[in-house]
Structures are given as structure tokens and as C-alpha cells.
């Protein structure tokens, strides 16, 4: 919805992102006027996965932040193999059946960091 109303010039309230009280596109970075002229990549991610693991969106998201800040991101497999690696090794080493986020969430980072 943000690139539509600035495509179309919206009136908005933000002053360093407006001109004359409308969205303004060259006020952006060039990277949002690229985004916003050519459009931007989408992951399809199976519904099979949020069935089963409904954290796989702020999972993903955890550990595609640290793989931004490499030369070659990781595919969705790649990414499903390490949260499903810590997942298991976080229920082995605590004897538990499930786990969150916030359990396994710095494991993650940590090895998107490696």
C-alpha cells in the first residue's frame, strides 16, 4: 500500500517525505524509487509451513536480516534446515517438546552471522 500511495502522490502529514503535502517519490532513497518504479522480489513461502510453525515469519525475517549483510542470501530451504536444526537442538538440549521464537531466535542470528 506504501508504493501505490506514492506512486500516486497522497496527501501525507510528513514533511521530509512530501512535497507541497503529498508523497513525493523523489524525496525517497534511490533504492525505494527503484523499488517502487520496477517492483520488488516476493518469497512464497508454502502454507504448509505456517500450519505447522506459525513463528516462520519472524523467524525467517531474524535470519534474513543477517543474511542481507552477505554477498549471497539463503534459500528458503537453507533457512527451513537451520531453524528446524535449532529447533531440535534447542528441545534436545532442554528436554522440552515445543519451543518459540524467542528460544531458538539468537541461535539463528548466530549462525546467519557465521
Not at 50 to 77: C, S
Request: hydrophobic share 40%; aromatic share 8%; net charge neutral.
Amino acid at each position: 500500500m506504501a508504493f501505490r500511495a506514492i506512486a500516486a502522490r497522497a496527501k501525507h502529514w510528513d514533511s521530509t517525505a512530501c512535497h507541497d503535502g503529498r508523497l513525493a517519490i523523489e524525496k525517497l532513497s534511490p533504492q525505494w524509487q527503484d523499488d517502487i518504479k520496477n517492483g520488488v522480489m516476493w518469497q512464497i513461502v508454502s502454507a504448509e509451513i505456517w500450519i505447522h510453525f506459525p513463528e516462520w515469519a519472524r523467524l525467517q525475517q531474524a535470519a534474513g536480516n543477517a543474511t542481507g549483510q552477505v554477498q549471497k542470501g539463503e534459500d528458503e530451504m537453507q533457512i527451513a534446515r537451520k531453524i528446524s536444526r535449532a529447533m531440535q537442538e534447542y528441545m534436545h538440549s532442554k528436554g522440552v517438546s515445543s519451543c518459540t521464537y524467542n528460544d531458538i531466535s539468537q541461535e539463528i542470528i548466530r549462525h546467519s552471522e557465521n
